[in-house]
């Protein structure tokens, strides 16, 4: 086995851990992430799995994986590829080997390069021994009989036994690039509380793998060091997490009960999953039947007085849209966060897309206009579901909040806000009656109506899906009232522009190219646009989280550029927006539509033709 | 939480619950004698007439809101169970009525419909039973008896229809009771039964649809007949029904049958006596699925069983939780666990 430095730099790295969907690399990628986050280094991470829960062992259906990317300068992706990749069996080395770098480092189980398993992953000859993997560095470790060897005496029976293997796997990491175990130990401990065999045997073959590494001499230690992060208070968090967050900070600034009714759907049920356990913040979470349900429960308890939320992805909006109809209709405060996956229909349940923005834009019958919003990191997801809460209360008006399934498992170090460091949440609530005021009395500047709950005697009225009268409130069939509503709850939504930041322009703030993004691209296209700044091309990025309504400055940004590139995971939704929105400018696309994010690669190549191209 | 006020604080009339929308289902349509039952019955519960919401979804029936003042939303087809569910947990202290039809309810509704009922969310469902789609003109519904002729059914509908009790009572529901139309007294009665019932509380009106399926009822509500055609059901009650007061209903072996006080050595001690409040539902579905010609249809409180709500078993779990956890305020919870300080 070759003993060399196995990774070129120092600065950040990419591990990506692959195996069976039993082999647990989904924990062991989240206690190395966590453990480098603790340690002080800026962190990405993107969960890559199967929609099956458990495909058949050993084969590629089944191959789990999660990627991270950590270091001491800004990390804003997880890395496009790998410099080291961990691979539990043959099908995940197939699987994954196209996300290493040329000359990675593979570390597998060499136990598990058996014939019946190679043969399961496709592998017509051992790839070990046909030359094929020759440009890598590989480490081949016994895993899982290193494994059984730490805990025959342990007590536990096979199955327990080999359930630790992915401890050790970590621990060769741990080694490599020097982290502390401290904190995955205190891990196990909490963990498995009241069963202190589990504990000691995870803490066993973890320390074992790290002391394999050590003693074989086959891999080299790595010292990253702590990135310089602005000082304050951490965590790791999620982006569904985050989003539950950030709706659970506003209700408290707000002085509202917080109410959501959903339904569990890939990948937007953590959401729900972490609101359930927030009982002692007074969260009134249901789990109702269907979609639809969820989101008309929400309804009626903004009608109550609720900060109201629903959250799910893409199939679950499209059942949403005749309540969302109703919610602009009845112009109720109410959030609808849409973890976009890919689609259509089922589609890729587990893979990343952005293919719901005209579903939120333009998907329900009539003249129906909402906010939408775009999340645009993990830890980003706090801000923006706690300025969602905000302009829907004090606008009146349902928001939709569109992540997707790669921040929303994505994790990122999140600097804690205390809540009354957030900006100000002042409801449309009325209380009492003065003077004409109803619940159809409107905000001058906002057009936002009166929020009346009920169990005020002299407010009482009564609203509905029929078109109101501007005035009375009352069911009205008159046809200029009709136009003049739809013209006021379409100038509503627009005047929420006033009430947002404008557009930045991050890199060039005017010159050849404009790279437009919206949502989670921007980790991705940050990178790139700043690579290419630094290179001196005049390329600037603006990254859109309002998009409905689009910030006032917008076309003030896009006029300082000679061209507009609109980059999506989709076949161009938000450039058709722009084209009906902003038709004065031209409008060209990159899009990509394979259930994952960008790379670094493909974006600087394609940029890098358009800046010489010019 | 529950306080004591007496009547006279809250008190409001059937005057009061008229809102100035004027009322446009056709005439002689059976809703206009519901919601002159409800506003009689609303002011007889000592309920504080702010504290009302009634909440509709889409039909004829679910006009109803807008006609009747106190908070109301008229919301989508089927959803109200729904929306109605919202308002309850949201905010336990209102008082929420649900106005659904046999369309509404029954067939796209049908889901809110079990849920809220296997749940027993503490609201109220008067559910209008017209047999027929009236709003969209004459389509048949999921209560429409087979064979009927409609506009959806040009030779006769195929499909065997719904008895909403029978459905109630599959969905574990704890709270059923029927009338009909015309009989605005015992409308009302059952109303204000339903409105004091801690739970999901449905309440089938038997109405009749003048326009599209007129008559649809008729063999039950017929003036000369009703009394042998219908029993009314009370608590603790022998169940005697008809004109004279002579027939009852016997258990014989697991059948129920109709019989005749002073023949064949039957007397009143033989007759069943109602219990709304037995558990096990069994003897409540052989009166719930009474059937003309054989038997009269079962009117009154069927079955009325309390329970654990869902709204307070929601508020219990959440103050239970909140004694015992360390997380009082977000700005805890942002600092439980794994936090560091970069400094």
Not at chain 1, 100 to 123: H, P, Q
Not at chain 1, 602 to 612: A, D, W
Request: proline share 4%; with cysteine; aromatic share 8%.
């Amino acid at each position: 086995m070759n003993v060399k430095t196995v990774v070129k730099h120092l600065n950040k790295v990419t591990i990506r851990f692959s195996g069976d969907s039993g082999d647990g690399m989904q924990l062991s990628g989240k206690l190395f992430s966590d453990a480098s986050a603790l340690f002080g280094n800026n962190i990405s991470t993107f969960p890559d799995f199967p929609s099956e829960i458990r495909a058949p062992q050993g084969t590629i259906a089944g191959v789990s994986g999660f990627q991270v990317h950590f270091g001491n300068t800004e990390i804003n992706t997880p890395g496009d590829y790998a410099d080291v990749l961990v691979s539990m069996n043959p099908a995940a080395l197939k699987s994954n080997l196209k996300w290493l770098k040329k000359g990675g480092t593979i570390i597998i189980d060499i136990d598990s390069f058996e014939d019946k398993n190679l043969l399961k992953a496709g592998y017509t000859s051992n790839p070990l021994e046909d030359g094929s993997l020759e440009s890598y560095e590989i480490i081949a470790a016994p895993i899982t009989t290193q494994t059984q060897e730490l805990l025959k005496d342990s007590g536990l029976d096979f199955k327990s036994i080999l359930k630790t293997k992915n401890m050790f796997a970590l621990g060769l990491t741990f080694f490599m690039f020097n982290r502390p175990l401290e904190s995955t130990e205190h891990f196990f401990e909490k963990k498995f509380k009241d069963k202190p065999t589990i504990i000691e045997a995870n803490k066993k073959v973890l320390r074992g793998g790290y002391y394999y590494a050590e003693n074989v001499n086959a891999i080299e230690p790595h010292i990253i060091d702590p990135a310089k992060i602005e000082k304050g208070f951490y965590r790791t968090v999620n982006g569904n997490v985050a989003t539950a967050w950030g709706l659970l900070a506003a209700a408290e600034n707000a002085k509202l009960q917080l109410f959501l009714g959903s339904y569990p759907i890939t990948p937007a049920s953590e959401i729900l999953q972490e609101l359930s356990k927030q009982k002692s913040l007074g969260a009134h979470v249901i789990q109702c039947e269907d979609e639809i349900a969820g989101i008309c429960t929400a309804i009626g308890a903004s009608f109550a007085g609720n900060l109201a939320a629903t959250s799910t992805s893409g199939p679950g909006l499209s059942l949403k849209s005749e309540a969302i109809g109703l919610a602009v209709m009845m112009e109720l405060p109410i959030v609808i966060v849409d973890v976009q996956r890919s689609g259509p229909s089922t589609g890729l349940p587990t893979k990343t897309e952005q293919g719901d923005l005209l579903q939120t834009l333009y998907g329900r019958n009539g003249e129906s206009p909402c906010i939408v919003m775009a999340v645009t990191t993990s830890a980003g997801c706090f801000d923006a579901a706690y300025m969602a809460a905000k302009l829907s209360l004090e606008h009146m008006t349902p928001v939709i909040l569109l992540t997707d399934g790669y921040i929303a498992n994505g994790s990122q170090p999140w600097k804690i806000q205390k809540t009354s460091e957030l900006p100000a949440i002042t409801t449309r609530r009325v209380i009492g009656k003065l003077g004409n005021n109803t619940a159809f009395l409107r905000n001058e500047d906002s057009l936002a109506r009166n929020w009346v709950i009920p169990g005020q005697k002299e407010l009482m009225f009564r609203i509905g899906g029929l078109e109101k009268d501007s005035n009375t409130g009352a069911a009205s069939h008159d046809p200029e009232n009709h136009q003049r509503m739809c013209k006021l709850r379409e100038e509503k939504v627009q005047r929420v522009a006033n009430f947002i930041p404008d557009l930045e322009v991050i890199g060039e703030q005017s010159g050849d190219v404009l790279v437009v993004g919206w949502g989670s691209t921007y980790g991705h296209l940050l990178s790139v646009v700043e690579k290419l700044c630094a290179g001196g091309g005049k390329i600037g990025l603006a990254q859109f989280t309002y998009i409905k309504p689009l910030p006032k400055n917008t076309a003030d940004v896009f006029s300082r550029f000679k061209r507009i590139v609109v980059c999506e995971l989709n076949l161009g939704q938000f450039a058709s927006y722009l084209r009906t929105s902003l038709q004065q400018f031209k409008y060209e696309q990159f899009n990509k539509i394979q259930g994952l994010p960008f790379t670094e690669e493909e974006l600087k190549k394609h940029f890098m033709n358009i800046l010489e191209a010019k | 939480m529950t306080e004591v006020q007496t009547q006279n604080d809250y008190s409001f009339s059937a005057k009061d619950l008229k809102s100035g929308s004027e009322v446009k289902w056709c005439a002689g349509c059976g809703d206009h004698a519901i919601l002159n039952s409800l506003q009689q019955a609303l002011p007889q519960l000592g309920h504080k007439h702010e504290d009302i919401v009634v909440v509709s979804g889409i039909g004829c029936s679910s006009r109803f809101p807008y006609y009747i003042n106190t908070y109301g939303m008229h919301t989508i087809h089927g959803r109200a169970a729904a929306i109605a569910t919202g308002v309850k947990l949201a905010n336990p202290h209102l008082h929420v009525w649900q106005i659904t039809g046999d369309g509404d309810a029954l067939a796209i509704g049908g889901n809110h419909f079990i849920h809220a009922i296997r749940r027993n969310i503490d609201i109220n469902v008067i559910l209008f039973n017209n047999e027929i789609y009236g709003l969209t003109k004459g389509q048949y519904s999921p209560t429409t008896t087979k064979g009927k002729i409609t506009k959806t059914s040009p030779y006769g509908t195929i499909e065997m229809p719904f008895n909403p009790g029978e459905l109630v009572i599959g969905a574990r529901g704890r709270f059923f009771a029927r009338t009909v139309d015309n009989n605005l007294p015992l409308t009302t009665e059952l109303f204000v039964e339903a409105g004091k019932f801690k739970g999901t509380s449905i309440v089938e009106v038997l109405q009749n649809c003048v326009i599209f399926n007129n008559g649809t009822h008729a063999m039950i509500t017929d003036k000369e007949e009703k009394d042998d055609r219908q029993i009314i059901l009370k608590h603790g009650q022998p169940m005697i029904f008809g004109k004279n007061k002579d027939k009852g209903l016997i258990l014989k072996g697991l059948q129920l049958e109709v019989v005749t006080i002073g023949e064949n050595g039957i007397t009143e001690k033989d007759i069943l006596v109602h219990d709304a409040k037995m558990a096990n539902p069994i003897l409540h579905l052989m009166l719930i699925s009474m059937k003309l010609p054989d038997f009269p249809v079962a009117m009154g409180v069927i079955r009325s069983v309390e329970d654990t709500t869902l709204n307070e078993e929601m508020d219990e779990q959440i103050a239970d939780v909140k004694a015992k956890s360390p997380i009082k305020t977000v700005d805890d919870l942002f600092f439980h666990g794994d936090v560091w300080e970069v400094k």
